[in-house]
């Protein structure tokens, strides 16, 4: 029920907004006028955040468009609004950035794209790196490879890092129940379930599993991160089979919450990882 309002404790109240000598940090409990007390009367508790009215910030107006931005200019954006839903890789010689589909609109761009994703690689890298991406864009060329359905796809992948493509629905089911959950429809979601064959959306699945794999397959225990990479195009797989008359927005929202509630949640991720 709270967002803060920077991602750094101790650093709350903070605000980046402009004065004729460039940009400076101000305390929002000191912005003058109307929108100075908007602020205060929306910051609660005692670790101060906004709170949220109806799920929404109290500063996002009727069009989607964040109030603090409109009136302090884009350097008053707050430091959690900033990065999200932005996530970072960083190797030994460089810094990947994407974007995680918990945004509703990241999940909308992603998995609409009817092209392949082309992942444009550092050059100055080591060799130890060069070998991780080398092995990389063979992952993506096999999950890329429109000449075989996205299903056969994933088993060549899960093959070539010997794991057998078999799922235990029940199992699945438990483990993910045991993790912290934000929202109830989640559990809701995946109490739901009852067929646990893999159903292919083409396109979709094909960009969902590139992501996945763009996100967490980073060279620490492959065979565990690709693990990862098919066990949640299974589950989501199933949830968009449950829902799939309800049409594309749902589908996108399914795959939001699959990374609201787990990709976005460090002992979440961990207990996933320890499960495999």
Not at 148 to 168: D, H, N, S, T
Request: hydrophobic letters at 35%; a negative charge; proline letters at 2%.
């Amino acid at each position: 029920d709270k967002i803060s309002i920077t991602g750094k404790e101790g650093d709350w109240y903070k605000v980046k907004v402009k004065d004729k000598t460039g940009y400076i940090r101000e305390d929002l409990l000191d912005v003058e006028g109307e929108m100075g007390e908007r602020i205060r009367s929306n910051i609660k508790g005692d670790v101060p955040h906004f709170v949220l009215k109806d799920n929404r910030c109290p500063f996002l107006n009727e069009k989607g468009l964040c109030d603090i931005i409109s009136h302090f200019g884009e350097d008053g954006l707050c430091d959690i609004c900033y990065l999200h839903p932005r996530f970072q890789n960083e190797y030994e010689s460089f810094i990947e950035t994407g974007l995680g589909l918990c945004c509703e609109e990241v999940s909308r761009i992603i998995l609409s794209e009817k092209e392949k994703v082309f992942i444009e690689e550092a050059e100055d890298v080591t060799e130890e790196e060069k070998e991780f991406l080398k092995e990389r864009s063979k992952v993506f060329s096999v999950l890329q490879n429109r000449e075989k359905p996205m299903v056969e796809r994933l088993k060549i992948l899960a093959k070539e890092y010997g794991i057998p493509f078999e799922f235990e629905l029940e199992k699945v089911k438990k483990k993910y129940l045991e993790l912290e959950r934000l929202d109830e429809k989640w559990t809701d979601e995946l109490n739901s379930i009852s067929d646990g064959v893999f159903e292919d959306f083409d396109t979709m699945t094909e960009q969902l599993a590139v992501y996945f794999v763009f996100r967490h397959f980073k060279g620490a225990d492959k065979k565990k991160e690709i693990y990862f990479v098919l066990i949640s195009c299974y589950l989501v797989s199933l949830l968009w089979k449950k829902h799939k008359d309800e049409g594309f927005e749902k589908l996108t929202d399914i795959a939001r919450m699959y990374s609201q509630e787990v990709e976005y949640c460090i002992p979440n991720m961990e207990k996933i990882m320890e499960g495999i």
